[in-house]
C-alpha cells in the first residue's frame, strides 16, 4: 500500500493519559503514578500548584517514542530509580517551555528548540516550566560503540537543527504507521542519530551526501510550522533554511517541486492530526492552522488526495484505535524496561 493509503489498518499501540478535568489531587496521584519508575514528581515550592501533565507513547521496535505536556513541577531520580532503571537514552525535544537543573552532576538549561541528551542511569534534579516535549528513548544497544558518556546533553547548534526536525518529523508519522512498519522507522531514526553522535562522521553528517536527509526533514518541519502562513513560498523556505535557490530546487525536484510538496504536506499534516488521539481541535480549526482557505476547499482535496472526506477519516481511526485497544500504566513501564 502506498504512503496515501487510507485504509483503517490497526497502528501501532499506544499508551494515552491525561489529567485533565480531575481533581488536583488525584491528577497528581494519576501523574505520580505513571513517571514514578523514572522520577519523583513534586511541586516547586511548598505552596505551588500541585503537577499534572498528559502523556501518549508509542512503541517503535525496541524505541518508545512520547509526547509529554507538563504542568511546572521539581523532577528528581535518586540513586534508587537509577540503579533499578534501563541503560537506555532519551533524546527529547522541548517544544516549549524550559528546564534547568543539574543531571550527572552537570548544570543544565534547555527552552523550546533545544534537545537534549540524557541517560536513563544519570541522576537528575531540575524544574520544570510548563513544556510540551517530544522524546524518543533509544537503547544503549543501538548506540553501541559510540563514545555515549563523553558526549554533552545539548546539541551544537547544527545538530540540534536537524536532530529537532527528525525528531518532529517522525512523531507526526506515528498515528498512521502500521506495526509492520515500526522496525524500519527505528532503523531510519537510530541510523540518523548514530551519525550525529560519531565524531569521525560529524564531516558526512554535516557536510556529506547524508545532510539531503536531513534537509529534507527540516524542510518538512519549517512548512508544517508555516503552513497557515499566505507567503509560504520557495523564497521564504529557502531563506529559512539558508540554502541557495538551486539548491531548494534540487532538494525538491524528486517531490514535483516546491509548492507541489507544500499542499502534499499540508494534506498529510490534517491526515496525521485527524488519527492523533491527543489532537482535539474542530475540522474548521484545523483547515485555519493548516492552511486552506476553508474547511469546504479542505474537505474536497483531502477526499481528492486520500478518497474520504476528513471527518469519516478522523472517525474511521477512532473506532480502529479503539478496537486495537490501548496500553495501560503497566505497559509503558514495561516497555521502557525492555528498552535495553
Not at 490497526?10 to 503514578?33: D, H, I, M, N, V
Not at 565524531?199 to 524542510?219: C, F, I, Q, T
Not at 488519527?275 to 476547499?297: K, N, W, Y
Not at 481528492?304 to 477519516?313: D, I, V
Amino acid at each position: 500500500m502506498g504512503a496515501d493509503d487510507t485504509t483503517a489498518e490497526p497502528g501501532l499501540p499506544y499508551f494515552c493519559l491525561t489529567t485533565s478535568g480531575l481533581p488536583p489531587g488525584e491528577a497528581f496521584e494519576r501523574w505520580r503514578t505513571l513517571l514514578a519508575p523514572m522520577y519523583e514528581v513534586s511541586p516547586t515550592t511548598r505552596s505551588a500548584v500541585l503537577p499534572f501533565g498528559t502523556n501518549i507513547a508509542y512503541p517503535i521496535d525496541d524505541l518508545v517514542a512520547h509526547r509529554t505536556l507538563l504542568s511546572t513541577q521539581r523532577l528528581q531520580r535518586d540513586r534508587r530509580r537509577v540503579d533499578a532503571g534501563s541503560d537506555q537514552y532519551t533524546v527529547q525535544l522541548y517544544r516549549s517551555g524550559r528546564f534547568q537543573g543539574t543531571v550527572a552532576g552537570k548544570a543544565i538549561a534547555a527552552s523550546a528548540g533545544t534537545v537534549t541528551f540524557i541517560g536513563r542511569r544519570h541522576l537528575l534534579d531540575g524544574m520544570l516550566d510548563r513544556a510540551d516535549t517530544t522524546g524518543i528513548v533509544v537503547p544503549c544497544a543501538r548506540l553501541h560503540g559510540l563514545p555515549l558518556e563523553d558526549h554533552e546533553m545539548l546539541f551544537d547548534a547544527a545538530r540540534n537543527r536537524l536532530l529537532s526536525a527528525r525528531i518532529l518529523d517522525l512523531y507526526r508519522r506515528l498515528p498512521t504507521t502500521r506495526l509492520d512498519d515500526a522496525p524500519a522507522l527505528a532503523v531510519e531514526f537510530v541510523g540518523f542519530l548514530r551519525r550525529l553522535l560519531d565524531p569521525s562522521r560529524a564531516k558526512d553528517v554535516l557536510e556529506g551526501r547524508d545532510l539531503d536527509g536531513g534537509l529534507m526533514a527540516l524542510a518538512r518541519m519549517i512548512v508544517q510550522e508555516n503552513l497557515s502562513r499566505s507567503d509560504l513560498s520557495p523564497a521564504f523556505i529557502g531563506g529559512q533554511m539558508r540554502v541557495s535557490r538551486a539548491t531548494l530546487y534540487r532538494l525538491f525536484e524528486p517531490e514535483g517541486g516546491v509548492m507541489h510538496f507544500v499542499q502534499g504536506e499540508r494534506l498529510k499534516a490534517m491526515r496525521d492530526a485527524l488519527a492523533d488521539p491527543m489532537e482535539t481541535r474542530t475540522l474548521a480549526r484545523l483547515a485555519e492552522v493548516f492552511g486552506f482557505s476553508s474547511a469546504s476547499q479542505l474537505s474536497r482535496s483531502f477526499r481528492n488526495r486520500f478518497g474520504a472526506p476528513p471527518q469519516a477519516w478522523r472517525g474511521e481511526r477512532r473506532v480502529v484505535q479503539q478496537t486495537s485497544g490501548q496500553g495501560t500504566v503497566q505497559h509503558v513501564w514495561k516497555w521502557l524496561r525492555e528498552t535495553r
